[in-house]
């Protein structure tokens, strides 16, 4: 069973249309989820930081918000140049691990 | 801030050989760094951990010694993939964390990336 699931898998939106990514997660206890962009061939770029539940986080059209199951990434008035993979991932609470668990991300287009 | 570099950017060797890739954080000391491996459409799985100074840790079903990490220093992490075959091409990425950089202590910062094809 997956811990981290993305959706959706693809989302293809006009220039100014605003949207939502969806990451749900399963982990017994949250230490940190995060947001990255990857573009092609690129490695992931450090978008937000959420710690607990009700946190929200912004950055230019970009906002990030945490429930205790599920956090969003909106987009507002979205630019070509957003188009990217948009990956989410978790660490863990407890245990030796200190890696992130990723999902597979949302490949979001941005046509003008 | 918090630039993490990959050297190379991309690597063709032949089947049987060894490549090295190498990890270096550039405007700050990093507590720990972390190797990640992502196949085509697929999201980055971890592979190993590392601390400077001590031997990396190594995720389930990760052979420790076909994938060696040496962390000897604060800045630098190398990872050598040895008698490399064609099931081992894959995109090699590392990261980086460290205490006081503005996303937080537990936050990564990745490179670039090392593409690996082995023929």
């Known amino acids: 069973e997956d811990q981290v699931t993305q959706s959706p898998e693809a989302l293809r939106l006009q220039e100014g249309e605003s949207s939502s990514l969806n990451c749900s997660y399963t982990v017994s206890g949250l230490r940190g989820l995060f947001w990255y962009r990857q573009d092609p061939g690129k490695g992931p770029e450090f978008l937000f930081t959420?710690?607990?539940a009700g946190e929200e986080k912004e950055k230019e059209r970009l906002k990030a918000t945490l429930t205790k199951k599920e956090s969003f990434l909106h987009i507002t008035a979205p630019k070509p140049e957003d188009s990217a993979t948009y990956l989410c991932?978790?660490?863990?609470?407890?245990?030796?691990?200190?890696?992130?668990?990723f999902g597979k991300g949302t490949h979001l287009i941005i046509q003008p | 801030g918090a630039v993490v570099s990959q050297h190379p950017s991309w690597v063709i060797c032949k089947s049987g050989t060894s490549v090295k890739i190498e990890c270096r954080s550039l405007?700050?000391?990093?507590?720990?760094m972390f190797w990640y491996r992502q196949f085509p459409k697929q999201s980055l799985m971890l592979m190993a951990t590392?601390?400077?100074?001590?031997?990396?840790?190594?995720e389930q079903g990760v052979e420790k010694d076909k994938f060696l990490i040496n962390h000897a220093s604060l800045t630098l992490s190398t990872l050598t993939v040895t008698s490399a075959h064609p099931e081992d091409s894959s995109f090699y990425i590392c990261?980086?964390?460290?205490?006081?950089?503005?996303?937080?202590?537990?936050?990564?910062?990745f490179g670039p990336g090392t593409r690996l094809t082995v023929l």
């Open positions: 990261s980086a964390k460290a205490p006081g950089l503005a996303g937080g202590s537990d936050t990564q910062y």
């Open positions: 959420l710690y607990s």
């Open positions: 991932a978790v660490h863990e609470t407890g245990g030796g691990a200190d890696g992130l668990t």
């Open positions: 590392s601390n400077e100074g001590s031997k990396a840790t190594y």
């Open positions: 405007d700050f000391q990093a507590t720990t």
